[in-house]
């Protein structure tokens, strides 16, 4: 039996709270005819159980059980506040029902070890009677919950002591790529180039370069600095669309997550794959130049990278331990390394950098821990990999905006990760960054009361990349509780003689800034939300529905949308011609209750659980196509489906736009209307960043298909519209075409 | 061409078309899908469905449809949310009728207040279906006002 895509993460952060005991176990203290408490298994059962784990959960709730982002601790207080008062017969029957949620699902006897694994690690005690499925006590009565500090001895954290030799060069202490590194997994199998190749007649990419791009040329994540997702390509046309076949395609590594953006230049295409490992290929025979297998090989949660750079010789890439690696753009050559953050404390990439004047900026995710760290944006030397700045997205002590965190102390601060590469201004010389909101998502779970804004979460930064000083912020959602992400893409647009700098967040609310000093301009809500009853149309500043507000722990809030969004991470497109965004929005809505989260260092989390249901007045349609006027803001047209759009969109000069979806469908469609031009479908999700380019002066279009991950923008779905379904393996790279007569 | 222009205004008024109870009448329609639930609880909570609603005046005739229960249904009441997509206390019952074990009809047929037909105009009023195994809400789905149909 195959699960679909969805997280071990997403699924026991769905635990609903306030559930009534089902099977009761018997109760502690009668004696008589029940087991001593705590023997509800075998040591055996909870060592195989660690085996098990080490191989099914570690990836996502991390080898010491600690939990990263959306998957919860396994051990420790947080844990035993979820099921304390649920029998050990429902955590069996909540995994077997639900995880793990990728690859090969596991037998009844492995579901049982795991279960006992994970009551071992929470303090309770092996015995003489094996756990079977009819076996029901009180997780009350049989585990106390040992801290996730403590669970980090458990034989799973061993696993993750793997071979790290055999890679290229070798980072200074502690910044080896993941085996062995506290919460990392086992990293087995080859690292450094794998395949040996040399890229041909390389041009190095100048600054001038990245400013004005080639025609045929992706050089950066959604292509141009300013994030427009559009290409001056004009040989596929709304005419000639229906004529695009396959010309080749490329299989990927599988088992996690697959949205990468390729980069293009000068006909090879350069992408990234789970488990850190960088190709560079022949844009126009799909041929494999040269592979780097970055390191760790080791899946690492559930999240995909999303996208690289590129700049003079060298390829950029963020890894999922929170390196950022320099390769040598015509071998594949590892030229330097450099940790970003400690992964051993959660720490992780899910986007790659941009470069900008010879700086290479990247974001960060895992700051999700309690601890003394924080979470940042930092800028390093293109050069050497020298780290240069730091901006702190988190503010604390006597930093400014700390105040903005209340009497919060400051190793409970957490949360504002940046998942999403930024964009630039060349001109004005600032980059802008989303900033994610803080953690856990509910204030009434981490503690700030409702005047606590906790900058710079949920706001849009802009940077100064030479040092990172921060020019002007603008905070979207303040004090923001419900992860409802401002996150996204940064899209400049010049209108006249305004800068303006677009994004939209989770809650669907396009917002418009001027971009030279953060000066709010206007608002469009793309679709149907409650959860703020009003936005100030003068400052744009949102109030809350009275009821989120005044939320607890351990209490159900409704709000649309969920946190599959309004937008997510599927990038928008801009068509300067006409000037319109293209958005791939979402439909859906949840119930969100905080728990209550154990105030020490390494605990924390997202701390909530989630429900979701369709939005009311869509018919259904969670999948949601629409364009909007960059002056007036107003919706040119829309066009829902059943299934959400899990692509980035794409448009080029001669009126195409290119997206795909959930149910496998890749797509072209006319730019001025939204009307299908073409369609075709692939292995499975089509998920990703397409990209269009010419090589050998034709134009191609990439696109991936991703089986899993995706993050809410699956789990949403595969619990709303479980009717749609697709394998769950099928990681791959298509590439389209004209037919050569065609052009 | 006068005399037709006569005939027309004859036939339009002895349809009612025009008349001042048929325009007063308004539909609202709901789609019935399942309430709030994480991927564990699609084992018992699932199913679809569709719900008519036409005022005409004060008085508000429901009908509607389901399918695809994992249970027996049991009981279906109209609730009044705070606002479209949060839940909110019951205030009318509706009456159920199960075809199969998974399927049924429901109806019912109230004289509505003032304030519960602002509510119904503003899209407040929402319909949810229980069933044996989810007797907290299986399916629900607001009313949402659809064109005058005459």
Known sequence: MRRSALTWAAIFAAVPLGI???????????????????????????????????????????????????????????????????????????????????????????????????????????????????????????????????????????????????????PAAGQGPGGGRGGAPANAGPLGVTVAGTVKNYTPVTEEMLRN???????????????????????????????????????????????????????????????????????????????????????????????????????????????????????????????????????????????MKGVVVNGLVGCDRYGNDGCWISGYDAATGKQLWRFNTVRRGTEQGAETWGKLA????????????????????????????????????????????????????????????????????????????????????????????????????????????????????????????????????????????????????????????????????????????????????????????????????????RRFFEMPGTEGNVGKLAAFDVKTMKELWTRDQRSPYLTGVITTDSGVGFVGDLDRTFRAFDVKTGETLWQTRLSTTVMGYPVTFTAGGRQYVAVTTGATGGGSPRVVPRTIIPEVKMPGTGNALYVFALPERGR | MRHAKWCLLTVFLLTGADSPDAQQAKTYKARLSPVPIDVSMQATVAGSGSVTAVLTGARLAVTGTFDGLKSAATIAQIHKSPVRGVRGPNVLDLTVAKTDASAGTLSGSFDLNALQIADLEKGRLYVQLHSEKAPDGNLWGWLLPQENRR
């Not at chain 1, 176990?25 to 004696?31: D, N, Q, S, V, Y």
């Not at chain 1, 400051?410 to 803080?438: C, F, H, K, M």
């Not at chain 1, 002007?472 to 923001?480: F, T």
């Open chain 1, 213 to 355: 791009q080639d025609p045929g040329d992706w050089l950066m994540a959604r292509r141009n600095y300013q994030g427009w997702s559009h290409s001056p390509l004009t040989q596929i046309t709304p005419s000639n669309a229906k004529e695009l076949q396959l010309v080749w395609s490329w299989g990927m590594s599988e088992g996690q997550g697959n949205e990468p953006s390729p980069l293009i230049h000068n006909g090879v295409l350069y992408i990234v794959n789970i488990q850190n490992i960088v190709q560079a290929i022949d844009a126009r025979t799909g041929d494999l130049i040269w592979e780097n297998h970055v390191g760790p090989n080791a899946l690492i949660g559930q999240a995909a990278m999303r996208n690289m750079a590129i700049y003079q010789d060298k390829v950029f890439v963020a890894t999922t331990d929170a390196r950022l690696v320099a390769l040598d753009a015509r071998t594949g050559a590892k030229i330097w390394d450099t940790m970003i953050a400690d992964r051993a404390k959660g720490y992780a990439n899910t986007a790659g950098p941009m470069v």
């Open chain 1, 410 to 609: 400051d190793n409970l601060r957490i949360g504002g990760e940046t998942w999403i590469a930024g964009s630039y201004d060349p001109d004005l010389d600032i980059t802008y960054w989303g900033v994610a909101q803080a953690k856990p998502w509910m204030r009434a779970s981490r503690g700030t009361s409702n005047f606590d804004n906790v900058l710079y979460t949920s706001s849009t930064v802009a940077l100064k990349p030479k040092d990172g000083t921060l020019a002007w912020h603008y905070q979207h959602a303040p004090g923001e509780s419900l992860d409802l992400d401002e996150v996204f893409e940064r899209v400049l647009v010049d209108i006249g003689d305004q800068k303006v700098v677009f994004t939209i967040g989770k809650p669907g609310i396009l917002w418009k800034l001027d971009r030279r000093n953060g000066q709010f301009l206007g608002y469009k809500e793309t679709i149907f939300q409650n959860v703020f009853e009003s936005i100030d149309p003068k400052t744009g500043t949102p109030t809350y529905r009275g009821d989120i507000l005044e939320q607890q722990t351990g209490q159900w809030v409704d709000s649309c949308p969920s946190t599959e969004g309004g937008h997510n991470w599927q990038s928008m497109s801009y068509v300067p011609s006409s000037g319109t965004l293209i958005i791939p929005l979402s439909q859906s809505c949840m119930a969100m209750s905080g728990r209550k989260i154990e105030p020490t260092n390494g605990s924390g989390g997202t701390g909530a659980d």
């Open chain 1, 20 to 170: 009534a005991l089902v099977a009761a176990g018997p109760e502690p203290g009668r004696g008589g005819q029940q087991q001593p408490a705590g023997a509800v298994f075998t040591a055996q059962q909870a060592t195989a159980g660690s085996s098990v784990y080490a191989a099914s959960c570690a990836s996502c709730h991390m080898a010491d059980l600690a939990g990263r982002n959306e998957a919860p601790q396994l051990a420790g207080n947080n844990f035993m506040n979820t099921w304390r008062n649920r029998s050990t017969k429902d955590l069996f029957e909540f995994i077997q029902s639900t995880m793990p949620p990728t690859g090969e699902s596991l037998s009844e006897a492995q579901f049982l070890s795991v279960t006992a694994y994970i009551l071992q690690a929470n303090g309770a005690q092996p015995g003489a009677t094996p756990m079977t499925p009819a076996t029901a006590a009180a997780i009350g009565s049989v585990a106390a919950g040992a801290t996730a500090a403590s669970a980090a001895a458990a034989p799973a954290a061993a696993a993750g002591r793997g071979a790290a030799g055999g890679r290229q060069g070798t």
